[in-house]
């Protein structure tokens, strides 16, 4: 479903050049759940920006389903992240003057009753279903990044792209959010793409994927 | 299900940092609102105010203070001195008393032997009695030049005082010096006419007697030099001397006196006959002969004259025939009476109803002298006052010099009249004013405000904008988070800009809406309570000012703000965003 083959990303300083993604190949099936592990600045991150139609790779091809990432335009990319991919972002990026369900809203495509009652379904689930109307500073961190999940879910997308979710977690909440996500997949929601240095957050995983100097290795 | 991110709820999550940022622009569209207003509203109250030129033409006399009695008043008054001593010589020990007594004295017979002896004695007879005449007349003639000679120094000051007034409204000093120093001479010799025929029939009483001395005396030589040919020595009759030098200094300058009392009797050579010509100038409806005067109003720029036209009864009813206008209250002025009828703005400018007093009595800074009753009010379209021309041609010495013509052309005939009375006028001292020139000296004064005012609005709308825009990028700064996730999870770059510009246009377009608000609330309270009562005029909804002239405000605002947040959001990098560890 989601493929890349060969991708490399190149920043270039001066006369020097970082690889920090270097000829690298998976594909991501449907419904299954990818960790990728690797110390600081072994280029996950960046290959999920890749992979996610971030950023444009230097060289290789990535594509979703029938769409290749280099025959979109940016505004094709956008509509692509929008529609059928979801994020959860180390900070949970919560808009400060909404609720947790309007922050869930967010990132609905459509913003019909459906998707309303999804949404605080969604957010039920995720234990918070009496903070619905609690603001951002009104929640604590581990609640808004499971605010940050459901947003990430509520337009059902068919890709989760997670980096580093739980990074400034404790280890329970941690586990509770990746738990979340899992649930999704393991609901028939989608795949998962799971970036974090903590492989006890990968229990679930079909595959993990560590990565070390912009490479794959074996796990 | 409504949008999460709708301008609804930015706008009401976000009022702290909404409203200030409306409050102050809304205040600023509120100051150029009231500034725009007040400038328009000057403008328009002086045009009301000098309205009637729309319709007429005033011919007024050029430089009429330049009509100076001063010279001839002070050179009367030093040759009446030196007449008075002589007289008093000649009429003294060893003058005309003592030659006629020693002619009478001359033994009977030697004077009916000789006419000329006879003749002598009734020519020194005449003189004596002339040189009395002349004696009673030099003292009132003296006091009377001295009494004018001070009104004319009275008027000198009081025109000192109004210059002053005119320069600093706000220093009252000058007033109350003038009045603390010329209080007690106002009262003693205004009003100032009689003054006028009295010196005119001293000088004329003076001028005859002092011919008849001058020609008595030259008598009495003629008949001594008879009595001396005849073989009759009269030199033992002491004959007293000869004043005829001084005397004819001293008619002389009565004459030049009488010529200029005579000039402030008829102020402008040529006015009667430019009066009648006038009237024939093809085009023109009327010419009337105009004692104009003025009352000092406020224009909300600075004070103004407002013009009276000094004319005859008739004359007044042809006025407001012309305006449109009619007496809504009392009744026109009454001939030769101190009377006067104003429009109801300047009555209400000037706090005056029927029975109230103007003039200069009242107010210093009137032109009108003295204190006139006002009979009647004037309503309608064009502001007007009268006053009656042969009370200011008889009553007052120095404002005879103030009549000039009201010409009113026919409709359409307006430029042909001014040409053709400009051609009648030729070199004669006077000038035409007209509408053109009116409106022009109306414009040109309000046209410093105007720019003055178009500078604070510019720099106002700048300032704004750079302090607005400031504060919208430091806002939007704060919302960066926010921008960088909906980028990342592929919401378009320009429906991001599209929704800030919505939220910036909805900040400005309700500031806008509030300032015009206010600012239309606070003109219809101030118009009520100041304007009107003040006979000044105030377009509260002039869309010209609300609209175009407070636009450029929130448009430079919301410009500037989103040409910065624009160019920010299109630079945007999610990436750089997701990655911060803050």
């Not at chain 1, 999940?149 to 280890?171: K, M």
């Not at chain 2, 930015?10 to 500034?35: D, S, W």
């Not at chain 2, 010279?71 to 003294?92: A, E, F, I, K, Y």
């Amino acid at each position: 479903m989601l493929s890349a083959k060969d991708l490399a990303l190149d920043y270039r300083t001066g006369s020097s050049v970082a690889h920090a993604v270097d000829t690298v190949s998976l594909s991501v099936g449907r419904g299954s759940f990818v960790g990728l592990i690797g110390p600081s600045g072994s280029g996950k991150s960046s290959l999920m920006y890749l992979l996610s139609g971030l950023k444009r790779p230097s060289r290789g091809a990535v594509s979703f389903e029938e769409h290749d990432y280099a025959s979109l335009s940016g505004a094709g990319l956008m509509r692509l992240r929008r529609r059928r991919f979801g994020f959860v972002f180390q900070q949970h990026f919560l808009v400060n003057y909404l609720s947790a369900f309007e922050n869930v809203m967010v990132g609905a495509v459509e913003r019909d009753h459906d998707t309303a009652a999804y949404a605080q379904a969604l957010l039920h689930r995720v234990g918070l279903g009496d903070k619905l109307l609690k603001r951002p500073y009104q929640l604590s961190i581990g609640e808004r990044q499971r605010v940050a999940v459901a947003r990430a879910l509520v337009h059902r997308p068919a890709v989760v792209f997670a980096d580093e979710p739980t990074a400034s977690l404790d280890q329970a909440t941690g586990h509770e959010v990746v738990n979340l996500l899992a649930d999704y997949r393991r609901s028939g929601g989608g795949s998962l793409l799971v970036v974090t240095h903590d492989p006890a957050m990968l229990s679930d995983a079909d595959r993990v994927l560590q990565m070390r100097d912009g490479r794959l290795m074996a796990a | 299900m409504t949008n999460p991110l709708s301008l609804w709820n930015f706008y009401f999550r976000n009022k702290r940092k909404v409203l200030p940022v409306i409050g102050i622009l809304a205040l600023a569209i509120l100051g150029v609102v009231v500034t725009d207003s007040l400038l328009a509203s000057a403008r328009e109250t002086a045009y009301a105010t000098f309205g009637s030129y729309q319709k007429l033409i005033l011919v007024a006399p050029r430089a009429t203070r330049d009509q100076d009695l001063a010279n001839p008043l002070q050179d009367s008054l030093m040759r009446l001195h030196d007449v008075q001593l002589q007289v008093d010589t000649l009429d003294g020990p060893g003058g005309i008393t003592s030659y006629y007594n020693a002619v009478v004295a001359l033994p009977a017979q030697v004077r009916a032997q000789l006419p000329a002896v006879q003749r002598l004695q009734v020519d020194s007879a005449n003189a004596r009695y002339y040189a009395a005449r002349l004696r009673g007349d030099l003292v009132p003639l003296g006091d009377l030049i001295f009494r004018v000679q001070r009104l004319q120094s009275e008027e000198q000051a009081f025109n000192q005082l109004v210059n002053q007034l005119t320069q600093n409204p706000n220093d009252p000093r000058p007033l109350i010096t003038y009045l603390q120093q010329h209080q007690t001479f106002l009262q003693s010799v205004l009003p100032d006419s009689a003054q006028l025929g009295r010196l005119q029939l001293a000088v004329t009483s003076a001028s005859a007697d002092a011919n008849g001395l001058q020609q008595s005396l030259q008598a009495m030589n003629r008949d001594t030099a008879n009595l001396n040919s005849a073989g009759q020595n009269v030199a033992n009759l002491p004959l007293p001397p000869s004043p005829s030098a001084t005397i004819d200094q001293f008619r002389s300058a009565l004459d030049r006196l009488t010529a200029s009392l005579g000039s402030i009797e008829q102020p402008q050579p040529g006015l009667d006959k430019l009066l009648a010509d006038s009237a024939h100038i093809p085009g023109t409806a009327l010419v009337k002969r105009d004692a104009y005067s003025n009352l000092d109003i406020n224009l909300l720029a600075g004070n103004a004259q407002f013009d009276l036209y000094g004319i005859d009864q008739p004359g007044m009813t042809q006025l407001l025939t012309l305006y449109g206008d009619r007496v809504v209250a009392g009744r026109l002025p009454r001939q030769n009476a101190s009377e006067i009828a104003v429009s109801e703005e300047i009555a209400r400018a000037r706090h005056v109803s029927v029975g109230s007093k103007l003039g200069n009595n009242v107010d210093e800074l009137d032109r009108l002298p003295d204190a006139f009753t006002v009979v009647g009010i004037i309503g309608g379209p064009t502001r007007l006052g009268v006053i009656p021309l042969d009370y200011m041609t008889e009553h007052y010495l120095f404002e005879r010099r103030y009549q000039g013509l009201i010409v009113i052309p026919q409709a359409g005939h307006a430029q042909t009249v001014h040409d053709e009375l400009q051609r009648l006028v030729g070199d004669q001292a006077f000038r035409l004013f007209d509408w053109p020139y009116i409106k022009a000296k109306i414009d040109s004064l309000i046209a410093n405000l105007d720019s003055i005012n178009r500078f604070l609005i510019l720099l106002v709308t700048l300032v704004l904008s750079l302090v607005v825009g400031l504060l919208n990028n430091l806002f939007f700064r704060q919302r960066m988070n926010e921008f960088g996730l909906l980028a990342a999870v592929g919401y378009s770059r320009w429906g991001l800009i599209r929704r800030v510009a919505l939220e910036s246009f909805g900040v400005t377009l309700a500031a806008w809406l509030l300032g015009v608000g206010i600012a239309v609330a606070v003109l219809s309270w101030f118009n009520t309570v100041f304007m009107v009562p003040h006979g000044l005029l105030m377009n509260v909804f002039d869309w010209n000012v609300l609209a175009l002239h407070t636009l450029p405000i929130p448009l430079m605002v919301f410009l500037f703000g989103m040409g910065t947040v624009g160019w920010q959001l299109l630079r945007l990098d999610p990436i750089s965003i997701i990655e911060r560890r803050d």
